[in-house]
């Protein structure tokens, strides 16, 4: 079964810089691969999805890539605000209509 | 709308006990999902249904776990008996077939402790 694997320690950042998240599957390439977004005490909210046949996919600022050579997508969060602070997961699709996830990764961005 | 509603946030417990937890999905989503979240094994998919219908029940622990769907819009997971191991944050979450990112939308969770 596929196995997602994100960074568990937390990403310490200053305000205005990018944030760069690993998220690496061991198995098959999924069609997709989604990020979500957790706050405490929170269930996660989706973010943003990218293809396995598109490089790169962008929303406001955030950026997201998709690498099938190394298996691996980034979660860019540029010009980083202490609004952004959270726990970013990322899941690949799986078979019928499952979402496997990471581990998440959290950011802490500093003012 | 109002989103994915889970109750009750909170539940705690003695071991032994039978525990419910409630999901009301989206209305008009097709998909149903149960997941458990601990700091040690992250988000894990228990049991989804599509169309009310238990499609894949392989993440379910043991059989003091069971989920039901009667309805589309009522979802049950129930432990019974609870043990402090259960203790966890339970997610329920839904998913239209129509949207072109499946995205599934997270209710607030129920936090359970077992003691």
């Known amino acids: 079964s596929q196995k997602i694997e994100q960074n568990s320690e937390a990403l310490n950042i200053q305000e205005g810089k990018t944030a760069t998240l690993t998220c690496n599957y061991t198995n098959y390439s999924p069609a997709y691969l989604q990020w979500y977004r957790q706050d405490p005490g929170r269930g996660p909210v989706f973010l943003l999805l990218?293809?396995?046949?598109?490089k790169e996919k962008r929303k406001e600022r955030l950026k997201v890539t998709f690498d099938t050579t190394l298996k691996q997508s980034l979660f860019h969060i540029t010009a980083s605000q202490p609004a952004d602070s959270a726990t970013y997961l990322c899941a690949s699709e799986a078979a019928g209509n499952k979402l496997t996830f990471g581990g998440g990764t959290r950011v802490l961005v500093k003012p | 709308d109002a989103g994915v509603i889970q109750s009750p946030r909170h539940e705690v417990t003695e071991m032994g006990q039978e525990v419910t937890l409630r999901c009301k999905p989206i209305s008009g989503h097709n998909s149903l999902f149960w997941y458990r979240q601990t700091m040690m094994r992250g988000l894990e998919l228990l049991i989804y249904?599509?169309?009310?219908?238990?499609?894949?029940d392989s993440g379910m622990p043991e059989d003091r776990f069971s989920a039901k769907m009667p309805n589309a819009s009522f979802s049950t997971l129930k432990i019974q008996p609870s043990e402090p191991r259960d203790s966890a944050v339970y997610f329920c979450?839904?998913?239209?077939?129509?949207?072109?990112?499946?995205?599934?939308?997270f209710g607030p969770g129920t936090r359970l402790t077992v003691l």
């Open positions: 979450a839904s998913s239209s077939w129509d949207s072109p990112y499946n995205e599934q939308f």
């Open positions: 990218i293809r396995e046949n598109e």
């Open positions: 249904f599509n169309n009310n219908v238990p499609i894949d």
